[in-house]
Nanobody
Framework: QVQLVESGGGLVQPGGSLRLSCTAS??????????MAWYRQAPGKQRELVAA???????DYADFVKGRFTMSRDGAKNTVYLRMNSLKPEDTAVYYC?????????WGQGTQVTVSS
């Protein structure tokens, strides 16, 4: 089983930046997880994929964050990150970390990101 813990959310002004972190339980290396991803869910909307990184390090991004968000990982800390720049009010949502491992999906508890002046 994989436990994921997110952190780093908060309130930021439009145009600002935040970095989210997702740390996996020590029993599983992030490099052995097939795919790790960030999703988000805004009030009244469906959860949507924001960014993903495969076990070999390839990253993919949703069109609405390309050029603004960057996903990365640190094996020593067993952590993946989502660096979010040029934030917009429409980026306001709860952000969830996801790990796909051994044919199962695991989720973190979510972290709130609010972009507002």
């Amino acid at each position: 089983q994989v436990q994921l813990v997110e952190s780093g959310g908060g309130l930021v002004q439009p145009g600002g930046s935040l970095r989210l972190s997702c740390t996996a339980s020590v029993s599983v290396s992030i490099f052995s997880i097939d795919t790790m991803a960030w999703y988000r869910q805004a009030p009244g909307k469906q959860r949507e994929l924001v960014a993903a990184i495969g076990s070999f390090g390839r990253t993919d991004y949703a069109d609405f964050v390309k050029g603004r968000f960057t996903m990365s990982r640190d094996g020593a800390k067993n952590t993946v990150y989502l660096r979010m720049n040029s934030l917009k009010p429409e980026d306001t949502a709860v952000y969830y970390c996801n790990g796909h491992y051994a044919s199962s999906d695991y989720w973190g508890q979510g972290t709130q990101v609010t972009v507002s002046s």
